[in-house]
């Protein structure tokens, strides 16, 4: 993978589909791994546990992150301690409130308290961040997840946001902010710039690191040839009047 060399920031992959996991475990500059259940439901994944297991037991390197999904808080604990127990390198996703939008920082406290690595994830205010920040331990490691994309998708500006949501995060120095839900590739230099220490990206943004600091020319080119081969493939034509060329002038 062709990662530019000043950036600083960890690649996460964000997906739930086996055989891209392992092909992008290949890949030394992809320093860890997330899923989440919608990404899990759409790959088509019947049996959350076994997925899991299957992931972890070629992955021991490296991070992987598992969500919670019980709606309680005590589910959410009990979830917790069973998946942290499925390997060393298991991170375990928590979401920021239950679905009525009580604060899981009780679970978070639980899970911390005993050791357990948690990723507090669908975190968007920096109040969340506040309070998560407050819930954890200073000597355990964590990770905080801010959707600074779908924060964008709101039409507001999520760099000066995340740079704030670092500031926070300065109080506890094992716990890492990680920039899920970009956009485009663009926001892999935005999270190195807004100084987070992590970012998950899709397969389909992965894939443009293939174009970071392409030459426009080059690119231009390409597309201008991808607009006149996709014409040709489709046997596209258009009846010309030669008589009509008097009007280029
Ligand atoms: C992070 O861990 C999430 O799985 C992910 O970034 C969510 O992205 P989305 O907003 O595209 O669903």
Redesign the pocket.
């Known amino acids: 993978m062709n990662i530019p060399s000043d950036l600083r920031i960890k690649i996460f992959a964000?997906g739930a589909n086996l055989e891209e996991i392992l092909r992008l475990a290949k890949d030394p500059m992809i320093k860890g791994f997330?899923?989440?259940p919608?990404?899990m439901r759409k790959a088509g994944i019947e049996d959350y546990e076994t997925f899991a297991r299957d992931v972890l037991a070629e992955i021991v390197d490296r991070p992987v992150?598992f969500e919670v999904f019980a709606d309680d808080l005590d589910g959410m604990v009990a979830q917790g301690f069973e998946i942290a127990g499925w390997g060393p390198n298991v991170n375990v996703k928590i979401p920021v409130t239950n679905t009525q939008g009580e604060s899981t920082v009780p679970v978070v406290e639980r899970l911390v308290a005993e050791g357990v690595v948690v990723n507090v994830?669908a975190v968007f205010t920096l109040d969340q961040v506040r309070a998560i920040t407050a819930a954890l331990d200073a000597s355990v490691p964590a990770i905080v997840?801010v959707?600074a994309?779908?924060i964008a998708d709101t039409g507001r500006d999520p760099i000066p946001h995340m740079r704030e949501a670092v500031e926070i995060l300065r109080d506890r120095p094992k716990a890492e902010l990680?920039w899920?839900?970009p956009r485009e590739l663009l926001n892999v230099f935005h999270a190195d710039e807004s100084g987070c220490h992590i970012i998950?990206v899709?397969n389909d943004i992965l894939a443009k690191l293939a174009n970071a600091g392409k030459s426009l020319e080059t690119f231009s080119l390409e597309t201008v040839k991808m607009f006149h081969e996709d014409a040709a493939g489709a046997g596209y034509e258009i009846q010309t009047d030669p008589g009509k060329l008097k009007l280029v002038r």
């Open positions: 964000d997330t899923t989440n919608t990404l992150s994830t997840s959707f994309g779908r990680i899920a839900s998950t899709t």
